[in-house]
């Protein structure tokens, strides 16, 4: 299984210095990819803006948003945004789409999040009608697509080249990757979908009552289910070697650890520990 670190981009306060310099030294380290989240209505970098900046200072990484929230942007712009990020970065990135679960976010791009999944399945069926008919650079991207429905697998099957988790333990991940290879098979695809997870990390004493504190207030659209999160986030080396067993053992193809702290320090401490296993 191969093992990418997120981006600090979703953390409030982040300068913009820091995602570069993040990106630079993860590069040196035993990664395979770098992650970013979305969010509009928060403190955040937006995703193609932050993983452009990555791609400046990175050669070999893979560039993965894990998601972007499709139905926030048009089906041009996601489509033209994405396929210029692939063709800058040298064909790196890996495109993980959904259509997100915070009202607050269609709110603050002025779109009615009611109807959001059928808008989803039309930008699916466009994206890639889109990127060939361009005059611009043919090739697109991997795609990936997330969520939790039926209607979220049927996705995958259809449209994508593979299916990016949410987060959770490992039972939770393969729980929904069999559903997707379920989904996969009923539609005839031929092999099987790529597979991606994430979690959250936050290494070392001095990370954890800022990590903890950012989690809650991220995750406290989801009410006291948040608390549940938080208590999911790894910050010891032997839970990151845990959660990496359990992933691979349930057939993560990529397991992307995002930071809940933006400390630079947490590269090296992440890398450290896989050099470790």
Known sequence: ????????????????????EWAARAEVEPFTSLGVIDRLAYDAHEPFSSLAAAAAV??????VTMVVIAPLRSTGILA???????????????????????????????????????????QLSQLRDLWESSPGPKAAPELLVGGSSDAAFARVARYADGYVHGGGPPRAFA???????IAWEDAGRPLEPA?????????GEDALEPARAYMRDYYAFTG???????EGLLTTPQQVAAQLRGY????????VLMP?????????RLADVLAGL
């Open 1 to 20: 299984m191969r093992v990418g670190i997120g981006l600090p981009n979703g953390i409030p306060g982040t300068p913009g210095a820091v995602i570069m």
């Open 248 to 255: 691979a053992e349930a057939g993560c193809d990529e397991l």
């Open 224 to 230: 006291p289910f948040a608390e549940k999160i938080v």
């Open 175 to 181: 729980r929904a990757a069999e559903r997707a290879r």
């Open 80 to 122: 033209s945004e994405a396929v210029t990020l692939d063709s800058l970065s040298g064909g790196r990135l890996t495109l993980g789409l959904a259509v997100g679960a915070r009202v607050e976010d269609y709110e603050a791009a002025g779109v009615d999040h009611r109807g959001r999944g059928r808008v989803f399945d039309e």
């Open 58 to 63: 990175t050669e070999r990484l893979r560039l």
């Open 260 to 268: 809940a702290v933006a400390d630079l320090n947490q590269v090296g």
């Open 195 to 203: 597979l991606w997870g994430q979690s959250y990390f936050a290494l």
